[in-house]
């Protein structure tokens, strides 16, 4: 079945940097877009960053030039670089795989907490 397991989240102060890791089985990665989702406690989950197969990436406004998108098809991995974090990036991160038939996010990590905090 497919499965998406997220890791590298964490407490770092504003300014700081984490990597998020997206480890994807149960399905073929390499022919697979996927994107980086978070939720804000009372908000909506929001776009982060995509990438295609062919690894074209888009971001959101806010996270454009501080964070990037990358993927190792090797490994089967999705990573979120995360810089110059801000206290409103603290967020749950998703990691999810966008179904080549539908178009739609079908398939959702269980998430991981970033908390930017002084």
């Known amino acids: 079945q497919v499965q998406l397991v997220e890791s590298g989240g964490g407490l770092v102060q504003p300014g700081g940097s984490l990597r998020l890791s997206c480890t994807a089985s149960?399905?073929?990665?390499?022919?697979?877009?996927m994107a980086w989702y978070r939720q804000a406690p009372g908000k909506q989950r929001e776009l982060v960053a995509r990438i295609t197969s062919g690894s074209i990436t888009n971001y959101a406004g806010s996270v454009k030039g501080r964070f990037t998108i990358s993927r190792d098809n090797a490994k089967n991995q999705v990573s979120l670089q995360m810089n110059s974090l801000k206290p409103e990036d603290t967020a749950v991160y998703y990691c999810t795989r966008r179904n080549p038939f539908s178009g739609n996010y079908d398939y959702w990590g269980q998430g991981t907490q970033v908390t930017v905090s002084s």
């Open positions: 149960g399905f073929t990665f390499s022919n697979s877009a």
